[in-house]
């Protein structure tokens, strides 16, 4: 009997063009989509619910049906009016690369398997240690699937080096505006909330060094241990970075462990102004990088890297006996042993072939380009008598809120104003422009990281998103 899942290559080839024929529809119309979708469950499970068919249906019927319902129902997040969040620009090579290696479905797991894969993670983690002034040759790191699972990749290492087996009296700080996945991997590590210091952080949103300075000792003077900081390189509010070297000098004299959080903002060493505002990042014992932002990667990538490799291996290493025929030399390295994941997707090829294939000077060139169009996008906001900065260009990112000075409109009608204009601007579908709360205060934000959002891009939503202002107060006559 043939395998049951047998096409002939004819069928094969007709597919698989076509598949390509619609991603390489999806980059080049993008513009002309709007980026917004919302759906209720009611209306998916209209299209979508039904049982496993037991029989078959044709490919071609399949990807009609998928190509109309399934892509069109969701945001899309490539679009240069797509403000909000983290924006997933991503890059047609990358695009192309993770075909091929779903394609050809490499193990990268171990290196006798895909000794190539494994090889191409270590080179392209020697080019990430490189920008950020790691030791390439005692440091090392892993792809994962995202930031969060570097984070937790990350605190895991921290604990195993730093508390051993017994954690019950250690203690981790990070700020208020550090990010949701980093408190998600303390409390899946077993850490109960009493072991967790939520430090706040001062006007900028950097968190407040007064305070986590108290607090350390405060710790110590209980008899608790303090063992991990967690700094942000890049804020998703607001793009701000923690003070990185004074951060340092604290772990270094209490003896911590200095782990970032560059998911966001890491990136933006490509770019000189970046490369200032990161100052001090290099002094980190671990650092967490989301090459699925602003390294213009496809999901799913995530970045650790360790200042010493064999904090990884130490941590993650369990030697089953079915693994023994693999095993190799120690720089033939296991990446199963330097993370959770045994079977594991080759994430570095997209990495290495949209590098290779544009140069890190392209990477550098949209990343700068980035952070000056947001800086173009607040002096824009500054001449106006109708907009207020709230967090100021930091890193791409900005928050602004509607507030004219003739005016004078109290907090709460300003809160309930810019929620409005937000929605009404979903509820149109140009843009995906949301809100955030900074300082009780509800603001709008721009992330600007897709290369392919240019200045016109934000006069037209500013222009919309004041006409909506108007007929709002208009309405609240
Ligand atoms: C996005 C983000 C994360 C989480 O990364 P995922 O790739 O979404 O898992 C962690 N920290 C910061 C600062 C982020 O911006």
Request: charged letters at 25%; one cysteine or more.
């Amino acid at each position: 009997m043939n395998s049951p899942f047998e096409m002939t290559k004819e069928e094969m080839t007709s597919y698989g063009y076509k598949i390509v024929d619609q991603i390489v529809n999806h980059f080049t119309e993008v513009e002309h989509k709007k980026p917004v979708k919302k759906a209720s469950r009611k209306e998916m499970d209209t299209i979508f619910l039904s049982e496993a068919p037991d029989e078959a249906t044709s490919a071609d019927d399949v990807l009609d049906f998928v190509m109309k319902n399934v892509m069109p129902n969701s945001i899309i997040i490539s679009h240069p009016k797509s403000f909000s969040f983290v924006p997933g620009p991503s890059n047609f090579i990358s695009a192309m690369s993770d075909s091929l290696a779903t394609g050809f479905n490499i193990f990268s797991g171990g290196w006798n398997i895909a000794p190539a894969a494994a090889e191409l993670e270590i080179v392209t983690l020697n080019w990430i240690l490189k920008i950020f002034n790691f030791p390439v040759e005692n440091g090392g790191g892993i792809f994962t699937s995202g930031g969060s699972m570097a984070n937790l990749t990350a605190l895991t290492t921290a604990r195993r080096v730093k508390c051993g087996e017994d954690f019950s009296k250690s203690i981790i700080y990070l700020s208020d505006q550090a990010h949701s996945s980093n408190i998600k991997a303390i409390r899946v590590l077993g850490f109960k909330k009493e072991q967790i210091r939520i430090i706040p952080t001062d006007i900028e949103f950097r968190i407040s060094i007064n305070k986590l300075k108290n607090e350390i000792a405060r710790d110590r003077l209980k008899g608790n241990e303090p063992f991990c900081i967690i700094a942000t390189a890049g804020t998703t509010n607001t793009g701000t970075v923690d003070p990185l070297d004074t951060l340092a000098d604290i772990c270094e004299k209490e003896n911590l462990w200095f782990h970032i959080d560059g998911a966001y903002g890491a990136a933006a060493m490509l770019s000189k102004k970046g490369n200032l505002a990161l100052k001090g990042i290099e002094r980190a014992d671990s650092l967490t990088v989301d090459p699925h932002k602003w390294f213009f990667q496809p999901y799913e990538i995530g970045c650790l890297i360790v200042k010493d490799k064999s904090w990884l291996s130490g941590t993650f290493s369990e030697k089953p006996e079915y693994l023994r025929d693999i095993e190799g030399n120690e720089s033939e390295i296991n990446f199963y042993d330097y993370g959770i994941q045994l079977t594991r997707r080759f994430r570095a090829l997209k990495f290495y072939m949209s590098i290779k294939t544009y140069g890190l000077n392209a990477f550098k060139k949209a990343v700068t380009y980035n952070i000056d169009l947001a800086e173009e996008t607040e002096d824009l906001l500054r001449k106006s008598s109708n907009w207020e900065i709230v967090s100021q260009a930091t890193l791409a990112i900005i928050n602004f809120r509607y507030n004219p000075i003739h005016l004078e409109l109290p907090e709460d009608k300003l809160d309930k104003l810019n929620q409005e204009i937000s929605s009404r601007m979903i509820d149109s579908r140009e843009a995906l422009l949301v809100t955030t709360i900074l300082q009780n205060q509800v603001v709008i934000r721009m992330c600007l990281i897709n290369p392919n959002t240019t200045i016109q891009h934000i006069k037209d939503t500013l222009n919309e998103c004041s006409n909506f202002a108007t007929e709002i107060l208009e309405e609240w006559k």
